[in-house]
């Protein structure tokens, strides 16, 4: 009897031991929004099919995400002379007594001129002309109207070069950084890529940014290649820096992989972010108990259910359940957040009653 008791009590003993030293890949569930677990200034929302679309409408946190503001529309066919451009105009005249002509000469270089702060260029005989803001068509009709006075069979040829503000800075992240002057007012943005060498084969999950006007856009490389109405047409003066997104989530707990991953794409799901960690782990995750931990700034707070009614939230899923996977497929993980995969509380349960099963098996064969 004293022998079987011991033995009880051994068993026992391993039990408790190896319950408490089951490896585990993360909280379960009832940790993260059990009762008393959640802080008061925590929001905890369940994510469904029916309040995706209200929940897509709150603030956006960890990046610009607004590079599509821009016009993919046509521009006229030629671009608009801007200061700083350099303006050759060519005279030609049939007349013998022409002011501007020799005798024997029928045509007449003058020397480039460069437009004005006040957009003008000077003109012998006719002073300074406004040209800012119209095509060369245009200017070369202008310029040609005013010199009619005093040269009435003339007529004008003009050739604009590119200054500055009808120019490009591509500043980095191409095979040829460099000031690419706009040959015309239809040049988009691949197009300059293009000119420029392309993007370094080195950067991995290139982010095209635009900055123009004192603002900052950007997009990934690969949402701009796929989607024609991005490829937007650039204006005078814009600087294009090419560079790794840096965006990025953290996936811990019970998936495959627990990591930090980068953006390769403009919008990733919280079904392609599961997915992109692998999945879960079948031998322990929960799969009613995914949680995506994101952080809003104090001003995205609402009390009208335009945002977040806190600045900490707890978005929740039910992979088990079709409301919750429709929800999951159209919700956007965004840079910075925390895709958690809760343990699955039942499983570890299961492995305890498998090792107490082994445990008695094993004492069976010495008795």
Known sequence: MWYMVQKAALLLALVSVSACSLPRGGPIASEIVGENTVPEDIQVTEVTRQNIAQIATWPKTGWHGHYHWFSRAQGPSSRVIQTGDLVTLTVWDNQENSLLLGPAD??????????????TVFVPYVN??????LTPYQAREKIQQQMTPIAPSAQVQIDVVSGPANSVNVVTGVATPKQLPLTDRNVSILSVLAQTGGVNEA???PLVRLQRQGKSYEIPLDSLLKDPAKNVIVRGGDNIIVEEDERYFIGVGSTQKEE???????????????????????????????FILRQYAQDHVRVDGTGPNSSHVIFQFDLTKADHLFGAKKFQVFPGDIVVASESAVKPAQAVIALVGSLFAI???FN
């Open 128 to 133: 300074d002309i406004m040209v800012k803001g």
């Open 106 to 119: 029928r045509s007449v270089p003058l020397r480039p001129v460069e437009v004005t702060e006040a957009g």
């Open 260 to 290: 930090l991953v980068y953006f390769h794409q403009e919008n990733i799901s919280a079904v392609e972010a599961v997915s992109l960690l692998g999945g879960l782990n079948d031998a322990r995750a929960n799969p009613q108990g995914v």
């Open 363 to 365: 004492t069976n064969v």
């Open 203 to 205: 950067i991995q999950n």
